[in-house]
Structure formats: structure tokens, C-alpha cells
């Protein structure tokens, strides 16, 4: 029996070049996101290097959506081995505009999404006795950006509920891999216009991030300098913090 494993946000990025590295082994593999034709076109590539798909489309942050996704995936492939919780999206958080919406996507998005995720493939986790569920959070995580919280604190939100739910499912033989890239080169970071320190191409961190997956790691940290500077991140006083981007608004 292949491999089964459940991607959300498989579209584009990291989601699509881990679909492709499971797909190099042959795996059977759910591709859940919004945009259907690049869900298509990715689903070719994965047939022809050797693997199996199916498309769900949609939106993370309706649970039944993802409830039904999950039901039909399971039917066709009989059970689960791994469920990584990957759709998000960045951005500002309208703080100065009163855009409610950007804030509420986010949250909707990079949270419930995730949590929506898990539970819908929880039941059979349990029954199963084995799994592994990924999150994909970020080094964003460990620092509040000014105007851009609501993204770092979507990323330390699934980082907490990761590691109060681990020891939880552990009980049922199901690991919890807590994933925080630094900055990797998708279409989430291509109009950034800030440096990007320790930058990574996708494909390079599809395979890190499936070792890790593989070896059931509990928290996951990479480029490697990371695990170095999120210390120092942390301990940087907020006066600080605060005083630097008062800098940019003069
Ligand atoms: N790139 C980085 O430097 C970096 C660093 C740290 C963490 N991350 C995290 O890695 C994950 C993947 O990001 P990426 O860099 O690969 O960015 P990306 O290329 O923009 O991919 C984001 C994926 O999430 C999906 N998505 C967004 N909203 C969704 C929704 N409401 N429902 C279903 N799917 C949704 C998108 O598909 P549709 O638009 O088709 O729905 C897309 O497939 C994200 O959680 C991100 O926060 C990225």
C-alpha cells in the first residue's frame, strides 16, 4: 500500500513541492487549496513521476468543506499516514486602514484553518492508532512584526496548540511535527522587499521538511542559522523594537 498523505495548500509553493517529493515516492496524495487549475496541473506532474492524487478544492477556514475532503479522501485510500496543515497567508494586518478583513483572513486562515485540518481527520487518526500531523508554522512566530502581528501571531498560536496537543496524540501512537521555516522562495515571499536573510529555494526545503515529517521531530527550525538567531530575536527588549521602526515613519 502507497504512502497516503493529505496536503492543504497544495497549490502553490511549499505545499506543491512537497506534494512533488512525495510523489517521487510514489505516495498517494490529497491536494486541498482554492485555485483548481493549478491543483490540475500539479496533479499531472505527480501522476507522471509516479504517484496518485485527488483534488479537493477549498477554503480552509470552513470546516465542512474540509470535513468532506477529508471523508472522500479517506474512502478512496482507506486511511491516513500523514496530514500536514500547510495553507496560509501573510500580509498586513489593516491595523491603520480599519480593513477588518485582512486581520480576520489571516487568523481565519492560518488558525481555524489548521485546527479545521486536524479535526477533520482526527476520528480516524485515533481509530487508526497512528499518523502524522504537520504544522506548518514560522520563525514570524517568535517575534511580533510591527503591523504584520496578526501573521506571527497565527504562527505562535499553532506552535502553542502543537505543543499541548503532541503529548495528547502521542497516547494514540500519532507524532505532532511542529514545522518554522525561515524565509523560503514561494509566491508568498516574491514581492517582499526586505532582505531575506538565510533564503531558501522550495524545493531544498520540501526534502528538509519530509525528513523531519519522516523522523517524526517534534519542532523544526530551519535554514539551521535560525535556531541560532530566534534567541536573540527574543530576548531584543520591545523598546527597542519599537524605537527601530520609528525610525521608518519619520
Ligand atoms: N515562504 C516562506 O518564506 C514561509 C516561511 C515560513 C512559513 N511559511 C508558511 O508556509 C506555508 C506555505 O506558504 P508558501 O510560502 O508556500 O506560500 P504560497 O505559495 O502563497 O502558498 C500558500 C498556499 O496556501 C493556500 N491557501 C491560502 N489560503 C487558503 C485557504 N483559505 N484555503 C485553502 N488554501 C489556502 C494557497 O492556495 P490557494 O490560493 O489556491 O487557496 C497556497 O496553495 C504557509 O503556511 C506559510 O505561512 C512560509
Redesign the pocket.
Known sequence: MSERVFI????????AAMAREYARRGATIGL????KP?MEVLADEIHQAGGTSFIYV????DYSACREAAESFLESTGGIDTVIA?????GTDGITSGDLHKIKTILD??IS?VVHTLFSFLPTLRKQKSGRVVF?S?V?GYRALPGRSGYSASKAAIRFLADGWRPVLARDSISLTTIC????K????EDHSFPMPFLMDAETAAKKMIAAIDARKRIYIFPWQWRSVIPLMKSIPASWIDWLFSLGNR
Do not use: H, K, Q
Request: aromatic share 2%; charged share 10%; net charge neutral.
Open positions: 492543504t495548500g497544495a497549490s502553490s509553493g511549499l505545499g486541498a487549496s482554492r485555485r493549478e477549498l477554503d480552509v477556514s500547510n495553507a496560509g497567508v501573510s486562515t492560518n484553518g506548518i514560522s514570524a521555516p525561515g524565509f523560503i514561494t509566491p508568498m515571499t
